[in-house]
C-alpha cells in the first residue's frame, strides 16, 4: 500500500557531497515525521537525522556525528525526503534507510514504515 524508495547513493571520496532522497508512494492520506538511519555492516541502524511534518513545527534533529555536515530537509507536496551530505567521511560508509510515519487512507492509525536502504561508500 506504502512504498519508500531511496535514491542518489555511491561511490564518493573524503570530503565530497551527495544528496540522497526518499520518495513515498501508495494510499497516503497524511505522513508526520520522516528520517533517516543508517547501517554499517556489524553496527546497529542508528538514526542520522529527523524532521517533523510542518504542522508540528518542522523541527530537524541530527545525531552528533552529523551536526554541521548533513542536512536534511523536506518536501510535502511531492512526499519526499532529502539528505544533504557533505564533507564526507570513510566512517560515514553505510547503508542508508528512509523511515516516514504514514496514515493510510482507510487506516485507524499511524503507520512506520520504511525504505530498502541505499549504498553509500566513501573511500578514495
Known amino acids: 500500500q506504502v512504498q519508500l524508495v531511496e535514491s542518489g547513493g555511491g561511490l564518493v571520496q573524503p570530503g565530497g557531497s551527495l544528496r540522497l532522497s526518499c520518495a513515498a508512494s501508495?494510499?497516503?492520506?497524511?505522513?508526520?515525521?520522516m528520517g533517516w538511519y543508517r547501517q554499517a555492516p556489524g553496527n546497529q541502524r542508528e538514526l542520522v537525522a529527523g524532521?517533523?511534518?510542518?504542522?508540528?513545527?518542522?523541527?530537524?534533529n541530527y545525531a552528533d556525528s552529523v551536526k554541521g555536515r548533513f542536512t536534511i530537509s523536506r518536501d510535502n507536496a511531492k512526499n519526499t525526503v532529502y539528505l544533504q551530505m557533505n564533507s564526507l567521511k570513510p566512517e560515514d560508509t553505510a547503508v542508508y534507510i528512509c523511515?516516514?510515519?504514514?496514515?493510510?487512507?482507510?487506516?485507524?492509525?499511524?503507520?512506520?514504515?520504511w525504505g530498502r536502504g541505499t549504498q553509500v561508500t566513501v573511500s578514495s
Open positions: 501508495g494510499s497516503i492520506f497524511r505522513i508526520n515525521d
Open positions: 523511515s516516514a510515519a504514514i496514515f493510510i487512507r482507510g487506516a485507524t492509525t499511524w503507520g512506520n514504515y
Open positions: 524532521i517533523r511534518n510542518v504542522g508540528s513545527g518542522g523541527s530537524t
